[in-house]
């Protein structure tokens, strides 16, 4: 839990630094004058339409006239059409009522440099999907241990750079893209140990808890960006952290079950009385006898991601899982990022957008165990599609705003109940030799269609803001029609072989309530065996 509140303190600060508050032209002339602030943005500014279509002054343009030299004030009888327009000349001013400054405002990444802040994400979303491909590999070949110390490592450098280099966007963008690379692994290697040293009914508990850390972090984070009210202050407190994890580097175990597939039983049992001192508890198990339990194991060959294809049943689970997976993440980053969009205290929206997700997790975790996962995923994904349509029809009228907000929250709600049960499967459903690669392809997969989240929202606040729904109810209704396909893990047992893999789900009815089978309640099986070894230590 603690692991997900610090990675989602690293991987989410930069969406509330890079916020472009409101601005418009510096135009000198005004200290001539007693006009107001508004008055004078009336006078200097030509008018334009914004995403919804409401009459608004312009963000980059001016009237090109030199202001200090007008003698007549008598404004009302100027002709503005016959007035040129040009780019601003002297700089940029922000609105200061809800950021001191953010880096956009800092370095006038505005106008002409608008796409810096949509090019920043897409460079993070496609280092992402290079760093799960490669470390999701590494983490099923080498292991979860030191793919989660190199990833806290390049993460924390990653945004440590960024921080030090907004004055050059490219040497910001490189450390955007390290920390893109290594994030998903900060997540990913954790959680992949803590469900394969647990027992089924504690599966759940660990992915709600991984889920509510994650939730905590965002809900603090525009808390402490609202009180800081500074983009560099805000970025060092948020980032630190990540980094001191490394002090509890003796609590971070490798994957029993990962080294027994690998057949380092000596390093196995070393990781279980690890488990057993933290937990107070005696493990006695010998090498030899650890050795016996799983002699008739053969190791397999396994060619990393096209592994996961190798037949159709396991096609048609990749596939459907990392539909899955792209609209669970391009729906999560366009409703974040779009927050800050929707008016009125954005470090509000973006906290409402996460506090949200503290009871759909609970909600989620008793949903998934009593009804399944297939069910409960397909449900939360077609419930997100209907509350996208009110939204479409209302979106452009003033009265509701508010409205729009609230809907845009209950969308956010079924998002990370939909985030909560994918995660779960994407743990479930993949055979232990593929468990990471599997997770990776779902995160390449998902951060590969997350390119277009910046475009949807710059789409949105640009153009019609009605937009991102239109594309998002879509790829909703498409997702629960595809989730339901999937087999359900609730209480079968998880494939720990390609073999078991290639075969996980067959025999399933359709349309039934998971109940727990024959073979799974019997506990003198390997699988039964090595539940009992965890859950003694």
């Not at 397999?300 to 596939?319: C, D, H, P, Q």
Request: neutral net charge; contains cysteine; hydrophobic residues 45%.
């Amino acid at each position: 839990m603690c692991l997900s509140y610090f990675g989602g303190m690293i991987y989410m600060n930069i969406i509330l630094a890079l916020n472009v508050p409101d601005h418009w032209c510096v135009v000198p002339g005004r200290n001539n004058t007693n006009f107001t602030l508004e008055e004078w943005k009336n006078i200097t500014l030509p008018s334009e339409k914004n995403n919804r279509d409401e009459d608004k002054y312009s963000s980059c343009q001016m009237y090109d006239i030199n202001f200090e030299e007008v003698k007549d004030w008598d404004y009302t009888k100027w002709n503005y059409s016959d007035l040129s327009k040009s780019e601003c000349k002297h700089g940029y001013d922000y609105d200061r009522t809800w950021y001191k400054e953010t880096i956009p405002s800092d370095e006038d990444w505005v106008c002409e440099k608008d796409l810096y802040m949509t090019n920043t994400f897409v460079v993070s979303r496609i280092l992402e999907v290079v760093g799960a491909f490669v470390l999701g590999q590494l983490g099923d070949s080498h292991g979860r241990q030191k793919v989660f110390y190199f990833a806290v490592i390049a993460t924390s450098f990653g945004r440590i750079l960024s921080i030090l280099e907004t004055s050059s966007f490219l040497w910001f963008a490189v450390g955007v893209g390290i920390a893109g690379f290594a994030v998903s692994a900060v997540f990913m290697s954790p959680f992949i140990i803590s469900m394969e040293i647990s027992s089924d009914d504690d599966r759940t508990k660990i992915a709600m808890l991984q889920s509510l850390g994650w939730s905590i972090s965002t809900t603090v984070l525009p808390l402490i960006c609202w009180w800081l009210n500074h983009w560099m202050p805000f970025m060092w407190v948020t980032t630190i952290p990540t980094l001191l994890i490394l002090i509890f580097s003796k609590y971070a175990i490798e994957s029993p079950r990962w080294l027994i597939n690998k057949k380092r039983f000596a390093d196995a049992i070393r990781q279980f009385k690890i488990i057993a001192k933290v937990n107070k508890r005696k493990f006695d198990i010998t090498e030899e006898k650890l050795e016996q339990m799983f002699r008739d194991q053969t190791e397999e060959t396994v060619y990393g991601m096209a592994s996961l294809f190798s037949t159709w049943r396991m096609a048609k689970n990749t596939i459907i899982m990392g539909f899955s997976w792209c609209v669970a993440a391009v729906s999560f980053f366009v409703l974040v990022l779009f927050s800050a969009q929707m008016g009125g205290n954005p470090f509000i929206n973006f906290l409402f957008q996460s506090i949200v997700e503290v009871p759909a997790y609970i909600l989620g975790k008793y949903v998934a165990d009593k009804f399944g996962r297939r069910l409960t995923n397909s449900c939360s994904f077609l419930m997100s599609g209907i509350f996208c349509i009110p939204i479409i029809i209302y979106a452009k009228d003033p009265e509701f705003r508010g409205l729009l907000t609230i809907l845009s929250t209950v969308i956010k709600f079924f998002n990370a109940i939909t985030f909560f049960v994918v995660n779960l499967q994407g743990m479930e459903v993949y055979p232990t030799c593929l468990r990471q690669t599997g997770l990776a392809l779902g995160h390449i997969l998902a951060n590969g269609i997350g390119i277009v989240a910046p475009y949807m929202v710059y789409l949105g606040t640009t153009y019609d803001i009605r937009c991102p729904y239109y594309i998002l109810g879509v790829l909703f209704f498409l997702g629960g029609t595809a989730a339901i396909f999937l087999p359900e893990t609730l209480h079968q047992k998880l494939p720990d072989t390609l073999e078991e893999g290639k075969i996980f789900g067959k025999g399933q009815k359709f349309f039934s309530l998971p109940k727990a089978t024959e073979h799974y309640q019997e506990v003198s099986g390997k699988e039964g065996k090595l539940n009992d070894y965890n859950n003694t230590a």
